[in-house]
């Protein structure tokens, strides 16, 4: 088995990538990936093996996010309401166009699979590569691959039908 410092130095950027996908916060995210690191080390006996040690790892870390939701009693947060995270240098009429764009972007991609939108949100928000996503998802690269193009693709035809 590796060391934890070995665990730590190549896994750490994928738990980070992860977090951030999911809580849209760089401090947020540091301070999560801080903590699965702690725990999966703490717990490193419960690992079976059944999976990649990544995919395992972001699990603790999305556990954790969803233990800091419950806790700061958030309800659901939504890209809608991280949107004020992209900046926009247009007026503000530009700006407006820009944010609905948005808007609507993001409640199309609510009508998709749960892992349809995972894998389109990690490599949107992400900008992972497939060959990472596959790994936190615990699939192929290919398998993201066409997730992503088959997503893209149901939101061609919820745009259309709208």
């Known amino acids: 088995m590796q060391s934890i410092e070995e665990i730590y130095k190549e896994n750490f950027n994928i738990v980070f990538k992860y977090l951030f996908c999911l809580t849209h916060d760089l ?13 999966a080390f703490k717990n490193i006996d419960k690992f079976k093996g059944e999976s990649k040690l990544s ?11 969803y233990n800091e939701l419950k806790k700061k009693k958030y309800k ?3 890209f809608e309401e991280n949107l004020d995270l992209v900046e926009v240098s247009d007026g503000p009429e530009e700006q407006t166009i820009s944010n609905d764009n948005k808007i609507r972007l993001y409640s199309r991609l609510q009508k998709l699979d749960e892992q349809t939108r ?5 490599r949107i928000t992400g900008e992972l590569n497939f060959k990472e996503i ?5 699939k192929t690269e290919n398998w993201a691959r066409v997730t992503y193009y088959r997503g893209k693709q149901k939101l061609k035809e919820v745009d259309e039908n709208e």
Do not use: H, R
Request: charged share 15%.
């Open 118 to 122: 995972e894998v389109i949100y990690l």
């Open 76 to 78: 659901n947060v939504s």
């Open 134 to 138: 596959g790994a936190i998802l615990n």
């Open 55 to 65: 995919t395992w790892l972001c699990q603790i870390a999305k556990n954790l996010w």
């Open 27 to 39: 401090n947020i995210s540091e301070e999560l990936a801080q903590e699965t690191f702690y725990k």
